[in-house]
Nanobody, 120 residues
Framework: QVHLGESGGGLAHVGGSLKLSCVVSGTISSIAIMGWYRQAPGKQREFVAHTTRGNNIRIAESVRGRFTISRDAAKNMVELQMNTLEPEDTALYYC??????????????WGQGTQVTVSS
């Protein structure tokens, strides 16, 4: 059993900041990728950012330069620091991780989502 616990969502004004955190718990042998997707009303779920166990980082063009992602492997935790927030950042943000359990196959797991709302 694997659980992704998300926190840090909330309300921010344009130009403000929020930090999202995600902790993976349960039966874990290894975690390869940890990151974030988001989905706004009426839109497709889109990639935001991720980091790998090799410390490679990928950030979506739409948030590059404003968002940063970091990982604490020892704590099975990933954080998304969101700065200079825009109304277009309003969405339900989902943590995801590829996790190997007892069979050592990496499979994706998703959090239930944390709401980020940006208003003027």
């Amino acid at each position: 059993q694997v659980h992704l616990g998300e926190s840090g969502g909330g309300l921010a004004h344009v130009g403000g900041s929020l930090k999202l955190s995600c902790v993976v718990s349960g039966t874990i042998s290894s975690i390869a990728i940890m990151g974030w997707y988001r989905q706004a009303p009426g839109k497709q779920r889109e990639f935001v950012a991720h980091t790998t166990r090799g410390n490679n980082i990928r950030i979506a063009e739409s948030v590059r330069g404003r968002f940063t992602i970091s990982r604490d492997a020892a704590k099975n935790m990933v954080e998304l620091q969101m700065n200079t927030l825009e109304p277009e950042d309003t969405a339900l943000y989902y943590c995801y991780a590829t996790v190997a359990t007892t069979n050592y196959d990496y499979v994706p797991y998703w959090g239930q989502g944390t709401q980020v709302t940006v208003s003027s």
